[in-house]
């Protein structure tokens, strides 16, 4: 098994020569580093000065998220409202059917009465 060691290995004064593989990790490196960097500084940028576009679009994103809730609401007021009418109307109408069920065998009773 032969293991090639860099030259400055063997001459210790002069720089340290680097496999292609450790040339490309650390060049890697060195854009990874510029671009948190460049990021770091963006956000502190957008951090300190908010921009108009996004307080404008938050503010209407805020208006439509009042009118949607008043829409809900007044949806649930209805549909509840509707539910509370449509049972006390049920309640109604089943004592009328039932009225008119007892009614109409009054009138049965009655006719067979008479025979």
């Given amino acids: 098994m032969d293991i090639t060691r860099p030259t400055s290995a063997l001459h210790p004064g002069s720089p340290p020569e680097l496999t292609p593989t450790e040339q490309e ?5 060195e854009r990874l580093a510029d671009n948190m960097k460049k990021l770091a500084s963006l956000l502190d940028t957008l951090a300190s000065n908010p921009t108009v576009e996004i ?6 994103l805020e208006r439509k998220t009042s009118l949607v809730f008043t829409l809900l609401k007044a949806s649930v ?8 009418m449509g049972w006390g109307g049920g309640g109604d ?5 039932q ?3 007892h009614q109409e065998g009054d009138h049965f009773d009655d006719d067979d009465d008479d025979e």
């Fill in 25 to 29: 990790v650390l060049e890697e490196y």
């Fill in 55 to 60: 307080l404008d679009g938050l503010r209407e």
């Fill in 77 to 84: 007021y209805s549909i509840v409202l509707q539910q509370e």
């Fill in 93 to 97: 109408q089943q004592q009328q059917q």
């Fill in 99 to 101: 009225q008119q069920q």
